[in-house]
Nanobody, 120 residues
Framework: QVQLVESGGGLVQAGGSLRLSCAAS????????MTWYRQDSGKQRELVAD???????NYADSVKGRFTISRDNARDTVYLQMNSLKPEDTAVYYC??????????????WGQGTQVTVSS
C-alpha cells in the first residue's frame, strides 16, 4: 500500500553534517505527522524530531539547535538536516509517517532505517 524509503545515512566525522530523506509512495490520501526516530544498539528507540502537516515541529533536547526537520508536501518527503554531529548521534535512524490512505484509514508506516555513524 505505502512505502517509506530512506536515504542519506553514512559515516561522518564529528562536527560534520548529513541530510536524511524519507520519501513516501503508494495509496496516499494525506500525510499527517512525520517523525524521525533513532536507535543505537542496546538502547531504546528515541524520538528525534517530528513535523505536523501544518509545519509545526518538535525536537528532542539532545538535538535542538543542531538538527532541522522539514517536509516537502508536494514530494511526500521528510528531511532531517543534521549539523554539528557528535559520536553520540550514532544510531540507525528511522522515519515514520501517519498516513491517511485513499480508503480513509489512517496507518503509521515505518522506513527501513538508515545507519548514521559519527566518528570522533
Amino acid at each position: 500500500q505505502v512505502q517509506l524509503v530512506e536515504s542519506g545515512g553514512g559515516l561522518v566525522q564529528a562536527g560534520g553534517s548529513l541530510r536524511l530523506s524519507c520519501a513516501a509512495s503508494g495509496s496516499i490520501f494525506r500525510i499527517n505527522a512525520m517523525t524521525w526516530y533513532r536507535q543505537d544498539s542496546g538502547k531504546q528507540r528515541e524520538l528525534v524530531a517530528d513535523i505536523r502537516s501544518g509545519g509545526s515541529t518538535n525536537y528532542a533536547d539532545s538535538v535542538k539547535g543542531r538538527f532541522t526537520i522539514s517536509r516537502d508536501n508536494a514530494r511526500d518527503t521528510v528531511y532531517l538536516q543534521m549539523n554539528s554531529l557528535k559520536p553520540e548521534d550514532t544510531a540507525v535512524y528511522y522515519c515514520a509517517a501517519d498516513i491517511t490512505l485513499t480508503t480513509r484509514a489512517t496507518v503509521r508506516y515505518w522506513g527501513q532505517g538508515t545507519q548514521v555513524t559519527v566518528s570522533s
